[in-house]
């Protein structure tokens, strides 16, 4: 669950704000600002933060690391690197908005983390194809404030379904769907014990599912919205603040470890499974499959479900692609405000689109990392009439 505003408040120190003391002015809980400091849930949207440090690209660059620490939930990685425990976090896109605009948090989005690697993933015993098959259904997204529960129900509203937030043994009505949050480690054993019906989160649970109970992906994210942000890089506005040079040469690595992973997928697989240097507790087979299992054969036409419905597309399942494209933060703040979630949203009433694109994401440092690395036209399809810009590809 997210944290109440009591918890957030004795964590950031925000209730000094009262005082007229600014967040961004308060003494560092840590003087350890040399050394990057990783937190990260065991998934692989954190996958370029920790090839950056099994490849040894942050001491490329001149910067002392410490060993990645593993954190169970989104709670926990934004309170952690609030109170510098981390320096460093890959965090889902709508929690740095939430954390700024609605705790007044000092974070700064400074990249993208990675694209895609997402699937909505659904029971094999029940007849579901598409999203109209959903009504009636219990599932699990992993947080509210999270692009999982976005696009769902941008699904959900283009079949005329309603989404709902109510207690599981509550009936539902056949346009209904109920949501709540699961964490994305016990979405697996939910669904083979047929306590929901499916869900939708990052890799690798989706691909454990099919793997080890023969579940079927009803529609990758991706195929919905084509390289869609998930995860974000994440800082603190102080360092960026006060230590520019730090702040480069971090998001240098991480861009290089994203170049990197997307020309060694298999070996990405191996390093970061349990077989490899265990930075996740998977097993490597599963992990080749989210790296390197897109195809059409098995998702495409013909196939029950049709998981993925745009092949010209040409995407994959999970992408690395590091610029934080205005477009896309423009649409996540809009559809924010469509989506239905716990807590009081109406901060997003007055936010404005623009104001946030320009205050939230700070580019300066991935633009010059992405020039290093070889230019945007090593990360994928770009125009490079407009490197920088892009429009939204959206269709349910």
């Known amino acids: 669950m997210i944290l109440n505003r009591r918890e957030f408040l004795k964590y950031t120190g925000a209730g000094m704000s009262a005082l007229g003391l600014p967040l961004a002015s308060l003494p560092s809980c840590s003087k350890k600002t040399e050394a990057v400091r990783i937190g990260y849930l065991p998934i692989t949207d954190a996958t370029p933060l920790l090839i950056a440090h099994a490849r040894g690209f942050y001491e490329d660059e001149g910067l002392k690391t410490e060993k990645p620490v593993r954190v169970r939930n989104w709670s926990t990685l934004s309170e952690s690197l609030l109170t510098e425990k981390f320096n460093l976090a890959h965090l889902l896109l709508p929690i740095p908005v939430w954390m700024r605009y609605n705790m007044k948090a000092p974070v700064k989005v400074l990249a993208w983390d990675h694209t ?51 207690n599981l043994s509550k009936p539902l009505k056949k346009n209904e769907v109920n949501l709540f949050i699961l964490p994305p480690s016990e979405m697996p054993l939910a669904l083979s014990g047929k306590k929901i019906d499916g869900y939708i989160v990052a890799e690798p649970f989706n691909a454990i599912a099919e793997l080890k109970i023969g579940a079927k992906i009803m529609r990758f994210t991706g195929d919905m919205w084509k390289n869609h942000p998930c995860c974000v890089v994440v800082m603190k506005e102080a360092l960026i603040n006060s230590n520019p040079v730090f702040i480069q040469k971090t998001i240098n690595a991480v861009v290089r470890a994203q170049r990197w992973i997307t020309q060694h997928p298999e070996e990405t697989a191996k390093i970061l499974s349990r077989e490899g240097k265990a930075y996740l507790p998977i097993p490597e087979k599963i992990l080749h499959r989210v790296f390197n299992h897109y195809d059409t054969a098995d998702y495409g036409k013909g196939a029950v479900p049709r998981a993925i419905r745009h092949p010209e597309w040409k995407i994959g399942r999970i992408g690395f692609q590091p610029f934080p494209y205005p477009s896309a933060t423009r649409f996540i703040v809009d559809e924010m405000r469509r989506t239905l979630m716990e807590g009081n949203k109406d901060f997003l009433e007055s936010l404005k689109p623009d104001f946030a694109v320009k205050d939230l994401v700070d580019d300066r440092f991935v633009k010059k990392a992405i020039l290093n690395a070889g230019g945007p036209s090593a990360f994928g399809d770009i125009d490079l009439n407009a490197p920088w810009d892009r429009q939204e590809v959206v269709s349910i």
Do not use: C
């Open 116 to 166: 895609n690697g997402s699937a909505l993933t659904v029971r094999p015993d029940l007849e579901i194809r598409g999203f109209e098959d959903l009504g009636g259904k219990q599932l699990a997204v992993p947080y509210w404030y999270s692009m999982h529960n976005i696009i769902l129900q941008m699904g959900l509203r283009k079949a005329g379904l309603k989404p709902v937030i109510q």
